[in-house]
């Protein structure tokens, strides 16, 4: 009697492209590569992911907790899910009967992983230390309260240019207001802006992430409003001219128009509520958002008068100081509240200076927090500053006799060292 032929089976990893905000978190996080991306859709290779669910808990959608029961043969290429509007539905039961695949299938290991790396020679993975999860005395967020198909209106209430540079480099502050539609958001939140119009191809823009720049209680205390900072893009990273569709369309807002809006996204990059907690902020550029958010609920506590908080540290940087957001006001908050370090790395006549250069001049500041359980450290920016940042800290800890993989790795577990890089 013929026997049925088991055909080889994966439980593919995909993408939902409906509801993904393409922040590219996923594609940061992935330790094996298997997540890339082109102007549609961010996709998995099939003969790359291992199934390792490192990039599970960042995705703030969930739109990356998809699988698909697949004959490995049949498993869909990137080619195919470029070409996505929507995830495919699941193949029937009788279909992967058809196919020579035997029930149950849940146990079936997914594809191939990544070629094993030899100890000793694996390089510096920086993503591998930040935390997935808040820290402990983080208050509860709420997320995705407004998904990619049906987004919420806010009004936009002011709009100004928060850096001294002309138009190519100029930095928006952009403040939205939500009226009587409740929107709660945390420092380290984001949200979605969806531009208006179409792509080349006819198709709607997707909703493009911004971190929030103001805290809880609204950028103007006890509103139902939120500011953003959103720098105006024309060009991309090679420095090749690039008109940026959303960063434009927001920065070109004026008072009293509309926007769409989804989420908000983001539940561990989220601040302690702990008084006694030490917050070391590193930045670049807009991924100082985060970081005045922050600072800005902090000193609201502290006005307060019934507030006695940790240190706050940081560590912000520019190619120079007329492009740096909020210059300005950093200069006027108190040297007592808040201890300011400004690196400039396109400063003619000096030097080119970096965050963690700043950061290995304060060794002996940092490598105190770093022995301190109350410390936690958040870092914000372009992708590129991520792994010297995070080689930094561990060239501190180890220059003051702390093993680095069980500081980095106690820092990951309590959610206490957070990269939020792009």
Not at 18 to 45: K, Q
Not at 80 to 102: C, H, K, S, Y
Not at 142 to 149: A, G, H, I, V, W
Not at 154 to 167: H, L, P, Q, S
């Amino acid at each position: 009697m013929d026997m049925a032929v088991q055909t080889a089976v994966i439980k593919q990893h995909l993408i939902d492209p409906e509801i993904c905000i393409r922040c590219n978190t996923c594609e940061a996080t992935c330790p094996v590569g298997a997540i890339t991306h082109d102007d549609n859709n961010y996709v998995v290779r099939a003969d790359v992911c291992n199934g390792c669910m490192a990039c599970i808990s960042p995705c703030p959608t969930g739109s990356i907790d998809n699988w698909r029961t697949m004959p490995l043969a049949r498993a869909y290429t990137i080619e195919e899910q470029f070409t996505w509007e929507e995830l495919p539905p699941e193949l029937p039961p009788d279909a992967l009967t058809a196919e020579g695949v035997v029930p149950p299938v849940d146990a079936v290991p997914t594809s191939g992983p990544a070629a094993p790396v030899e100890p000793g020679t694996q390089a510096f993975r920086s993503a591998q230390y930040g935390a997935t999860v808040p820290p402990w005395s983080a208050a509860h967020p709420y997320t995705n309260l407004f998904p990619p198909k049906s987004p919420t209106e806010a009004t936009v209430v002011g709009n100004f240019n928060c850096t001294e540079t002309g138009f190519e480099n100029e930095t928006h502050h952009v403040v939205l207001d939500f009226g009587s539609m409740p929107f709660p958001v945390l420092e380290g939140q984001s949200i979605g802006i969806i531009p208006p119009g179409t792509d080349a191809l006819g198709k709607a823009h997707h909703a493009r992430q911004y971190s929030i720049a103001s805290p809880r209680n609204g950028e103007r205390p006890g509103y139902n409003n939120l500011a953003l900072t959103v720098k105006r893009v024309t060009q991309d990273h090679d420095g090749h001219p690039v008109q940026g569709i959303a960063s434009n369309y927001i920065c070109d807002l004026k008072v009293g128009d509309k926007v769409q809006v989804v989420g908000p996204f983001g539940s561990s990059f989220l601040m302690p509520n702990h008084p006694r907690s030490h917050i070391v902020m590193i930045c670049t550029g807009t991924g100082s958002a985060p970081m005045r958010a922050m600072t800005e609920w902090r000193r609201r506590l502290r006005n307060s008068g019934k507030f006695e908080g940790g240190k706050l540290m940081l560590f912000f940087g520019a190619r120079t100081q007329q492009e740096l957001p909020y210059f300005g006001p950093l200069q006027n908050l108190p040297k007592d509240f808040i201890d300011i370090n400004l690196a400039f790395s396109r400063t003619a006549g000096q030097p080119k200076r970096y965050v963690q250069d700043l950061m290995r001049e304060r060794a002996a500041d940092l490598a105190a927090l770093l022995q301190d359980g109350s410390s936690h450290f958040y870092v914000c920016g372009l992708k590129s500053m991520e792994e010297g940042v995070v080689m930094a800290l561990r060239d501190i800890a180890s220059e003051a006799g702390l093993d680095w993989d069980t500081v980095g790795a106690t820092l990951q577990r309590e959610g206490r060292l957070h990269l939020e890089t792009y």
